[in-house]
């Protein structure tokens, strides 16, 4: 999909998002991605044991009450 993308095509390709976003506001863009791919890097190499043990509730199960 992007094998016929050279490098003038890229340049136009950042120059619109320089346009679009502004040159203060792409650092911040950036750093949220790379906090994403780090995050999906940190949970794909996490063992399953791990892993489920994020994806449950962190609040204790309702008890019945005694009578």
């Known amino acids: 999909m992007f094998r016929n993308l050279g490098p003038m ?8 998002i320089m346009v679009l976003f502004g040159g203060k506001k ?5 750093h949220g991605l ?7 890097k940190r949970a794909s190499q ?8 994020t994806e449950t509730p962190a609040t204790p199960a309702p ?4 009578a």
């Open 34 to 40: 790379g906090k994403g791919i780090s995050e999906f």
């Open 63 to 66: 008890t019945a009450p005694k």
């Open 9 to 16: 095509e890229i340049l136009i390709i950042l120059l619109i």
């Open 26 to 30: 792409i650092p911040e863009l950036m």
């Open 46 to 53: 996490a063992p399953p044991d791990e892993a489920a043990k």
